[in-house]
């Protein structure tokens, strides 16, 4: 998952500022710590900020990495360190943070913050010094067009394409069975409004008929123009390109507007667990979709044993997906680490890992050479209070069910 709450404009000018001067302070010499001391990885996260809530679920999934690496007996048979700072969910902190981490902490190794907005800077920081920078949570397509060499996104796909298996899933549906028609209200962000086009584009060329759009503002608080505009158009279909906050307040407003269209997806706010289920009552989750890069109940690589060691650190089964993902790009640097055996040789590991596929907990990845990922998403589904996993078949945990069936009918 990759939570972006800004509008694409401020991302293009505020960005654009940050990275020029990202690129113009980044300096010192990159690791080269003792050798026989701990292996220092640096990172920094929003642990306070508008971020705060993933950012802390990221950092504890560093740590988890963290301590079942050092159990393990280390990496390269040295106990990893990680330093990690809190960038207050700031573009202008990030960049100040990740130069410190290189000139002055001299850290070893780079894992990455949470965000497009923040890993767009802070991977300006990684290329300029020539340092690996493996990212969790990071989808916008503008992460890959900068021709980087260092940066890898740790998650299945970007942003633009983590709802192709749902929309090649109903495309795919018997005439009698697909919605005829449907609705696209779009947060006005890098995350969600490339995740709805990349939906929209493929259910378009399927013939279903587009009878609303609309981006909103980040600030909209108050959904009932919107909603009210989708009833009159009646789509059979709603695809919501949404965060956490508005995915509430918007599926919130149609409860209220009695708005229940045959099948409803949403980005993001349903893969949220008990906070998205408190945001809207459990009885109204019954049958929304939406994609998610992890689930606690996958049979990949080392996954049973990551959740078991979440639950024993921090004291609860139900795993965020922020911390999933925290972790699977641990496993990629490790996986690059150990590959390469030498920690100074950072571009050699950043080739390795181009030419090379990683078993993870969130399943295999591979990248493109601009380390964009190359595998989709999983689709999940609420059924019964549970969030279930129903596409790709082969990674199922329960089968579809067609329907939004709100208030417990159906």
């Known amino acids: 998952m990759s939570y ?13 500022g940050v990275l020029a001067v990202a690129l113009a302070a980044c300096g010192g010499d990159s690791g080269g710590g003792d050798s026989d001391g701990p292996i220092r990885i640096g990172s920094s996260l929003p642990l306070t900020g508008e971020f705060s809530q993933p950012g802390t679920a990221a950092e504890e999934g560093y740590q988890v990495w963290k301590e079942m690496v050092n159990e393990d007996g280390g990496l390269l048979d040295r106990d990893v360190e990680l330093v990690i700072k809190d960038d207050a969910s700031n573009q202008n902190t990030i960049v100040s943070d990740y130069n410190a981490l290189i000139a002055q902490d001299k850290v070893d190794l780079l894992l990455g913050t949470f965000s497009s907005l923040l890993n767009l800077p802070a ?29 890898f996104f740790a998650q299945q796909a970007t942003s633009d394409k983590q709802g192709k298996v749902f929309a090649e899933y109903v495309a795919a549906l018997p005439e009698a069975e697909r919605p005829k028609t449907a609705a696209y209200p779009t947060l006005d962000d890098p995350f969600a409004a490339p995740n709805v086009a990349g939906i929209q584009e493929i259910l378009e060329e399927a013939g279903i008929e587009t009878v609303y759009e609309e981006t909103y503002a980040i600030d909209t608080k108050n959904f009932d123009t919107i909603v009210n505009a989708m009833k009159s158009a009646d789509p059979d279909l709603v695809v919501h390109g949404a965060q956490f906050e508005d995915g509430i307040g918007l ?14 997806y949403e980005t993001n706010a349903p893969s949220f667990g008990s906070q998205y289920v408190e945001g809207i009552g459990e009885e109204n ?16 690589t080392g996954n049973a044993e990551f959740v078991a060691k979440y639950e024993e650190m921090y004291g609860t089964a139900e795993v965020p997906e922020d911390a999933a993902d925290a972790y699977a790009a641990g496993q990629v640097l490790q996986a690059a680490v150990e590959a390469v055996g030498d920690i100074e040789d950072q571009e050699a590991m950043a080739d390795w890992l181009r030419d090379n596929e990683v078993d993870t907990i969130l399943g295999p990845l591979s990248w493109n050479d601009d380390g964009s990922p190359t595998g989709d998403f999983l689709i999940g589904q609420w059924q019964d209070g549970k969030a279930q996993i129903v596409l790709p078949p082969d990674a199922a945990t329960a089968e579809i069910k067609p329907g939004w069936t709100p208030g417990g009918a159906g």
């Open 285 to 300: 989750t019954e049958g929304v979709l939406y994609a998610v890069s992890h689930s606690p109940d996958a049979d990949t």
């Open 4 to 16: 972006v709450s800004i509008r694409r404009g401020v991302l293009a000018t505020t960005t654009a």
């Open 123 to 151: 991977s300006a920081v990684a290329e300029k010094n020539q340092m690996l920078y493996v990212e969790p949570a990071g989808g916008s397509p503008d992460m890959f067009s900068r021709d980087f060499k260092f940066l």
């Open 251 to 264: 599926t919130r407003s149609m409860l209220k507007a009695d708005f229940t269209p045959e099948m409803f």
